[in-house]
């Protein structure tokens, strides 16, 4: 948790003064290469696979749980479910995926059937029990993602690798690079949020008073990342502790998320100057950079691309001679930043410490009460969307529809707040976000003459 003190002045900045220079993107031009619109022919198929996992998750979601039941299914109603259930949903599935397939690669009509046939001999049965395994312990994980759409996944990897048999058996290996479009590995971090976002626009539309209101909601964010050096919100903040940083500011790296996309356009030579895992490879390679602490970085299996970055460029700037640490600077000077520290951002580091301590409700709720003076609406709710709720996802006994619904309306609070543009967490804050917190984990007040909903309003009067 160490790390938390310098992430927390990042947020201080939602409410800076702005001073961003416009500048012009020339990707679309450059998207005019043959070679890129085969890109935008992959992402449109991704995309619209992403879609096919949503749909086909609810509707195994649905298949899981109890007839009648409101609730999501839980991950014990796949664990109790029988084998034979279980196949027979999953045999339902294969249907739209091999449809999907059909509609969206160019196989031959005289082929088609085989290419169906092939789809259709995967042996669930012996699949059934790795997936129920693989669930064992990932409770929070779930709470998280949903169980169906997670099935769905697992399901839509197998068909892939069916996918690459069939093809290259019908000798249509050429179709094979098109199916490997599909990308798996950030699916498990992006669906959720493609499922929320169309909803949450149109709640926060309705909430913030129209189409207008949420654009300058929008452009005020992007604006706050563009302050940050940041493009877009998947990318992150990690701070650098260097010797000779003052105590006003924290030294930060500002790095995007893996994702196919990034790796794909890097190796494609699009991001010249921007940082990332292969890029700084290759500056190292090129630049007879290398030592132990480098090599123990590399080969570390626990450590994600951003992390091994991180702190290569963290050793990197405190072991490099001057010359050679401005010349790594102005390599990859669109990726540094700092950021000023406010005056309030060690009381803010204990209070956030404090209540991701806490044992159960009351104590969540006596934390609101005593937030610092100077911290912002905006402040407290990115720590809830970014850091808190998704230690409590696992640490308290939430219920998986509990968390998502507290999730939802934490993100439409947020969008409220950068409208009312409140100095300070105040009384009303605190009771909007006390009625949404009790509603969502459905908890009712207790009827006495002076409930602790009243005397917490009145601590925080205070």
Known sequence: MRVLRYLLPFLSLLLAPLHVQAQVSDLAAQFEHESLRKIKSDIDFSVEFTSLILRVGQQIDDDLKEKGSVQDARVDDFLYATDSKIESILKEKVSYYAQFYEENIDIPKGKIEKFKYYLSRVNWSELIPIIKKSFVGLSGFFKRKGVGIVVAMFVGQVMEYTVYFSLYTLGLSKL???????PYGTLLTLVPSVEERFRIKRKMTALLGGRDQYRAYQLQMKKSLEKLKMKKQDQILFPLRLPDTSEDVVDALVLS????????????????KDLSYPSLNLYMLMNQIEDEYIIWVKDSDALTHPMKTAL?????????????????????ANNFTQVKRSHY???????????MQAKNVDDIRRQMASIPYGVTPQQILELWENIILPHYSTSLDFKYTSYRRLKEKITLLKG????????????IFFEKFDEILLDSLKIALPPCKHPEGKALKILLAQ
């Open 257 to 272: 998320k893996k994702s196919w996309w990034h790796s794909l356009l890097t190796r494609l030579g699009l991001n010249p």
């Open 176 to 182: 094979i690079p098109l199916s490997m479009a599909i």
């Open 312 to 332: 290569i460029v963290e050793h990197l700037m405190t072991t490099l001679d001057e010359k050679d640490r401005l010349k790594f600077q102005k390599r990859f």
């Open 416 to 427: 409220l707040s950068y409208q009312e543009n409140q100095p300070n967490w105040n009384k």
């Open 345 to 355: 951002w060690r009381a803010l580091e204990d209070w956030t410490l404090e209540i």
